[in-house]
């Protein structure tokens, strides 16, 4: 089940953030005010129970479905009923919640316009005594304004995956400066073999990355435009010189987000997340290393971005306090619970440090690589990224990588349309 995709290559798992499916209803949602005129669904006398929705999106993995369902019907100081919804879950529940049969409880990755459009609560409470059993960007990512507002649930890292053999043969190592990875590329390219896939776009998936192995940031944590400079362009400039190379794979049968092209011997390398591990190792058995997006140069350092979804309650519900209380069980107190959901349907690193450090399958070889790698290099989305800002630097992103535009120029039309949006959002 992929997480959604940083900056560009749109998939389901950046309906919310990269469509505005919510932030663009915050002041509709904001003139609302908190009473929706939904009733409460119980819990009010007579020893009856609450009754909770739980919505999540539809994940394509085979018993992920009967899996929260099994987690709903363990509960027994509520009655949480599993909402599973295929499609567009992003509109769905943009007007979900702006009605009086939203849920209590939903996944989705926080926006600042939700936290402003008053949609989620805060849960800083009951992430109190946890709080440093997560990685700090796994809290920042659900921060605003110092306050906590959702739990993540699983966290996706999205690196490079390689066949070790091709790579041995070719007497190559493992990249660790762009300018690496783009001689490794042509090295590894043949009649029969590119050697990387970053999507059938071209690479506008590694638009945020290659920004971190720059010396950048999509914001400064201060609220700032932050990928000015010489280091971020001429980083993006590397991806064009990928792409330009001719050892780039396009036209795959599959995207990026699908293992299909490394298993299949189209390319040596490919951009893709750890969901994809099970599926490879099927094909490739040991036969599979895995990097970070590598610095841009000595001074910089490789990233790797870190997606997910996360756990929220809505504001609108009628049963805040004991929805926290589920939400609380669930995804903090059920360990058991939290390691099945993340690795025996899909495959992903718990977000908890502790759990992930003795889950089982995450102690050997490519996924205990691919841990590490996250937690020396990982980094998140920030909240306060809009789907105005994203539109502006795929704009840039497309530009630089195919059309081979002068990357600071097009970054200096992103930062007008990013500050126009911190201005709106900040002041």
């Not at 011997?265 to 599979?288: H, S």
């Not at 977000?351 to 980094?379: I, M, N, W, Y």
């Amino acid at each position: 089940m992929p997480a959604h995709v940083p900056i560009a290559g749109l998939s389901r798992r950046d309906l919310l953030k990269r469509t505005g499916g919510l932030a663009a209803l915050a002041a509709l949602t904001a003139a609302c005010g908190g009473n929706t005129g939904r009733p409460s669904s119980g819990g009010g006398g007579g020893g009856s129970k609450v009754n909770l929705s739980q919505w999540y999106h539809q994940y394509g993995e085979t018993g992920t479905q009967q899996a929260a369902q099994k987690y709903a019907k363990a509960y027994t100081d509520a009655n949480v009923s599993v909402q599973w919804t295929p499609g567009d879950y992003g509109t769905k529940l943009s007007s979900g919640l702006l009605s009086n049969k939203g849920p209590d409880v939903f996944e989705s990755q926080l926006n600042i316009g939700m936290v402003k459009s008053n949609q989620v609560v805060a849960l800083d409470d009951i992430m109190a005594d946890v709080k440093d059993d997560f990685l700090p960007g796994d809290l920042a990512t659900n921060t605003v304004d110092g306050k906590i507002y959702g739990i993540r649930m699983i966290v996706d890292p999205q690196v490079i995956y390689y066949r070790k053999s091709l790579l041995e043969k070719a007497g190559i190592k493992p990249p660790e400066t762009i300018d690496d990875l783009i001689a490794a590329a042509k090295e590894l390219t043949t009649k029969k073999v590119k050697g990387i896939f970053v999507g059938n776009d071209g690479g506008n998936a590694l638009g945020g990355p290659a920004i971190r192995a720059g010396g950048g940031k999509l914001l400064t944590d201060d609220h700032k435009f932050g990928f000015g400079g010489d280091g971020p362009a001429k980083a993006l400039g590397k991806l064009h010189e990928l792409y330009a190379s001719k050892s780039v794979l396009l036209g795959s049968p599959t995207d990026w987000t699908d293992p299909g092209a490394l298993n299949q011997g189209l390319t040596a390398m490919q951009w893709i997340g750890m969901w994809a591990v099970p599926g490879m190792q099927k094909a490739l058995n040991d036969d599979i290393g895995v990097m970070p997006f590598p610095a841009l140069d000595a001074s910089n350092k490789p990233a790797v971005y870190s997606g997910g979804w996360t756990q929220f309650v809505s504001a609108k519900s009628p049963n805040v306090e004991a929805a926290k209380k589920f939400v609380k069980w669930l995804w903090i107190d059920k360990e058991d619970f939290q390691e099945d959901w993340s690795l025996n349907y899909g495959f992903h690193i718990p977000p908890r440090k502790s759990l992930a450090a003795k889950a089982a399958k995450l102690q050997s070889g490519v996924a205990a690589d691919t841990v590490k790698l996250t937690q020396e290099h990982g980094f998140t989305d920030d909240p306060a990224w809009t789907p105005k800002m994203a539109s502006a630097l795929t704009d840039v992103l497309t530009n630089v990588i195919k059309k081979g535009a002068d990357p600071a120029a097009e970054i200096a039309k992103a930062e007008k349309t990013v500050n126009d949006e911190l201005s709106r959002l900040f002041g």
